[in-house]
């Protein structure tokens, strides 16, 4: 496994560290990858041409980081995809050159292209649940790559495999490739399809939101194993991110995008420290808001009580005796690390997952264990939006059907009463109706796709809303206006929030009361006000500890300072 003192010492090399390195990622090596205006349209319904990236040129080389960053929609994985030679269905290239190794991609054969995805190049998906196939483990789907580019035999595959989810910092790393994606959690998820990646030891990976469901102390192992494969492959990669603080520690040159087009384009450390285009200020400002502290619940009876929850997946016990209250009109933020039982105490107050032992109380009642046996106004009174927008929505359903659903099931809305309410709950979220209503999910970015899962959730008007993850797919621009948007709706209508999240920012933000979980446990209960400060229980003072910081050496130090508090030192 790569210990925080080995993770450290590879950031300490001068080889590939985040913001530190030159323009060419710190060796001067020939461009891998050069793309030259490049053209991108979508074709929508009755042949619409509309322009998703529009004249962009980037080069990427060898023992290089490149951040791509913009907000939701900016084209940012379109590109991310077009440097394989791939775009999505609906989409084409329309124009310039995307050159791999000298060959240009662009008018490559499909056949040319193909054999070099996954094995030279390869793509790390913002949705991890959507990239697996559900029926098949999860090490056959890693191995499946090297062995059918003939990269390695199916035993080296296995024996690499097992090496890079140590890497990683998966549990059980020799048993659980032998587990199918339903059996993992959305971060453990996203960590095998990381490893997936890597099997073939690419020249380039392109990184496409890898970290977002990912918690704080798993997401600095993951930042540290990519940096050290990138390093020691003497590779190149792509990190598509809107995730600021992320792309300080990982890109030597950033490069912001908007509407498709370049904005701007600098080294990291002269892009953070004086950023030329207005836009650009805009993204580097600090979240401004946060919710004003509230007074401490007090005796007062919760709307939602989690009583005492023990909860299995067969025989493995996920939860063990969790307890929890949400008041009406306040935010409980739930933190800690994949797979602590975050969602799952989620579904279990859903109905989803019935729990083995404890209950679930609205307003004093005892509701049924399952969503079979609650009446369809409990059904209503309680929605839940998804962590993973991509398997959320029907792929065959268009936006107003899709919004437009629960309009119907819980509050018998048909035709132009209907339409007209989802145009509303579109403006809502920032989505412009007469652009959004009639598209596909496929035909949404992984903002846009989550944002259409927040309105599906406020259509059924409920009172009580559990929020899993619903801003990490979310650029921070976009992130703060739904978190203000959620706090205007809390304030108007009195709703409460379970507010499920590893970013302490969205905490800092959004939140009235705090649990913290591990290991299926509660570690801590806390009101905002008390939380912040210390003394912490160690678990906590971790999770705080973790937080990224728009510092380019911020990773790279806290590394170092972890190994020298366990007796290692830097290069071990």
Known sequence: MMTVAGAAGMAGDGVCVGGGGDGNGGNGGDALLVINDLRIEGVGERGAITPIVCGVSLRLHRGEVLGIIGESGAGKSTIGLAAMGFTRDGCRISGGEIFFDGDDLARNSAAENCALRGSRIAYVAQSAAASFNPAHRLIDQCCEAAVLHGVKTRGRAEEDAVSLYERLRLPSPNEIGFRYPHQVSGGQLQRAMTAMAMSCNPDIIIFDEPTTALDVTTQIEVLAAIRDAVARENGAAMYVTHDLAVVAQMAHRII?????????????????????????????????????????????????????????????????????????????????????????????????????????????????????????????????????????????????????????????????????????????????????????????????????????????????????????????????????????????????????????????????????????????????????????????????????????????????????????????
């Not at 009583?307 to 996920?318: D, L, M, P, S």
């Not at 969503?371 to 939006?385: E, F, G, P, V």
């Not at 035709?415 to 109706?433: D, F, H, M, S, T």
């Not at 989550?450 to 809303?465: M, T």
Request: glycine share 8%.
């Open 256 to 572: 912001v995008l908007k509407d498709g087009a370049v904005v701007e384009e600098n080294k990291t450390r002269a892009m953070l420290s004086s950023p030329r285009e207005e836009y650009t200020k805009t993204l580097w400002a600090v979240r401004a808001f946060q919710k004003q502290t509230k007074p401490a619940a007090g005796s007062s009876r919760p709307l939602v009580r989690l009583e005492n929850i023990i909860a299995k997946y067969g025989k493995t016990t996920v939860l063990s005796g969790v307890s929890m209250d949400i008041h009406r009109g306040r935010t409980l933020a739930v933190v800690g690390e994949s797979g602590s039982g975050k969602s799952t105490a989620a579904r279990c107050c859903t109905g989803l997952l019935p729990p083995a032992a404890g209950a679930v109380f609205w307003e004093g009642e005892e509701l049924p264990p399952s969503t079979s046996a609650r009446s369809r106004l409990q059904l209503q009174k309680m929605q839940m939006i998804y962590q993973m927008a991509d398997v959320a929505v029907n792929p065959a359903h268009r936006v107003r059907d899709i919004i437009g659903r629960p309009l119907s099931f819980y509050l018998g809305m048909r035709g132009k009463e209907r339409e007209a309410r989802v145009c509303e709950l579109l403006e809502q979220i920032e989505l412009e109706p007469s652009q959004f209503v009639g598209r596909f999910p496929r035909e949404l970015s992984g903002g846009q796709k989550q944002r259409v899962c927040i309105a599906r959730a406020l259509a059924a008007e409920p009172e009580f809303v559990i929020c899993d993850e619903v801003t990490s797919a979310l650029d921070q621009l976009v992130a703060e206006g739904i978190l203000r948007l959620l706090q205007n709706l809390q304030d108007r209508l009195g709703l409460a929030y379970m507010f499920i999240t590893h970013d302490i920012s969205t905490v800092r933000a959004i939140a009235d009361d705090i649990v913290v979980m591990k290991d299926g446990g509660v570690v801590e209960a806390a009101p905002r006000g008390e939380f912040f400060s210390p003394p912490h229980p160690p678990y906590t003072e971790l999770l705080l500890s973790s937080a990224p910081e728009m510092d380019p050496d911020w990773l790279s130090d806290l590394l170092r300072r972890r190994a020298e508090k366990n007796g290692g030192t830097i290069g071990e």
